[in-house]
T-cell receptor
């Protein structure tokens, strides 16, 4: 069965650079979530989209923005990267009415 | 107070024993409850979902929900070394229709 696809899997950026993370949800899933997970920490909710509209916002820095496109894929844009942005970034998707959410493999971002 | 709380562990159990993982949540209106398993450096994997009071069994896993006490638990019977992982409790909060809030996770170690 198709799963959530994230790209790239690994990304190394320098401070103050920009990064774009992509997420392709499971087919027919209309909700996408983004989470940030630092080493030894629980996943922190960043933002979610439902039917291409932002539906909820968590602890997403102003330097980050995200959107969901007409094909339901989502992109997380991160600017002015800081060392503290180094983390695993997970995308998850779910169907209507928030049933189970399934995670992608994640993108490991390292800021040097 | 965190919205979703778990004991961080580690919880150490011998192989073949029952592992009991607990989670409490603060939003009384929460409707959906999930348990995820996460191996180090990997993405969370959904193992159980529960929506109504009582028990739900799936193989060696049993989820228990008590909305009056705002408490959800996961029992793992016949624990195996391969069950050693971090178990994340996730709750869909009433305030955010498309937002799953995670607990910090409980690290489980099953020793032979």
């Amino acid at each position: 069965a198709a799963g959530v696809i994230q790209s790239p899997r690994h990304l190394i950026k320098e401070k103050r650079e920009t990064a774009t993370l992509k997420c392709y949800p499971i087919p027919r899933h209309d909700t996408v979530y983004w989470y940030q997970q630092g080493p030894g920490q629980d996943p922190q909710f960043l933002i979610s989209f439902y039917e291409k509209m932002q539906s909820d916002k968590g602890s997403i820095p102003d330097r980050f923005s995200a959107q969901q496109f007409s094909d339901y894929h989502s992109e997380l844009n991160m600017s002015s990267l800081e060392l503290g942005d180094s983390a695993l970034y997970f995308c998850a998707s779910s169907g209507e009415h928030v049933t189970e959410a399934f995670f992608g493999q994640g993108t490991r971002l390292t800021v040097v | 107070q965190k919205e979703v709380e778990q004991n961080s562990g580690p919880l150490s159990v011998p192989e073949g024993a029952i592992a009991s993982l607990n989670c409490t949540y603060s939003d009384r209106g929460s409707q959906s409850f999930f348990w995820y398993r996460q191996y180090s450096g990997k993405s969370p994997e959904l193992i159980m979902s529960i929506y109504s009071n009582g028990d739900k069994e799936d193989g060696r896993f049993t989820a228990q929900l008590n909305k009056a006490s705002q408490y959800v638990s996961l029992l793992i019977r016949d624990s195996q070394p391969s069950d050693s992982a971090t178990y994340l409790c996730a709750v869909n909060t009433l305030g955010g229709y498309n937002k799953l809030i995670f607990g910090a996770g409980t690290r489980l170690a099953v020793h032979p």
